[in-house]
């Protein structure tokens, strides 16, 4: 049974950092590119960072490019999602994701989910 768990959300003041980890288990974590993404209250899932299986290549939504950092471990198979400077509009649930046909933003082409873990940036 594979199984994707977030874990280190947590509350944090604007200009705050926090590190966000996926554990993966039941797939050969090795062969998915993974991905994170995030939905907020009353809003649609949307595309944060995305990482291909080696970790060498990976993509950004917009507005996070240069303040988070996504990256692997495939050896502790596990992923992270490094966020600094963060902002009262990067509030939302996190969820990581795995892909087996490789990286890409669309979450619908995501094989397997996690349950995400709360992010809250308060102003």
């Known amino acids: 049974q594979v199984q994707l768990v977030e874990s280190g959300g947590g509350l944090v003041q604007a200009g705050g950092s926090l590190r966000l980890s996926c554990a993966a288990s039941g797939l050969t974590f090795n062969t998915y590119a993974m991905g994170w993404f995030r939905q907020a209250p009353g809003k649609e899932r949307e595309f944060v960072a995305t990482?291909?299986?080696?970790?060498?290549?990976?993509s950004y939504k917009d507005s996070v490019q240069g303040r988070f950092t996504i990256s692997r471990d495939n050896a502790k198979n596990t992923m992270y999602l490094q966020m600094n400077s963060l902002e009262p509009e990067d509030t939302a649930v996190y969820y990581c994701?795995?892909?087996?046909?490789?990286?890409?933003?669309?979450?619908?082409?995501?094989?397997?989910w996690g349950r995400g873990t709360q992010v809250t940036v308060s102003s």
């Open positions: 990482i291909n299986v080696r970790g060498g290549g990976t």
């Open positions: 994701a795995a892909n087996r046909e490789g990286i890409s933003t669309h979450a619908g082409l995501y094989d397997y």
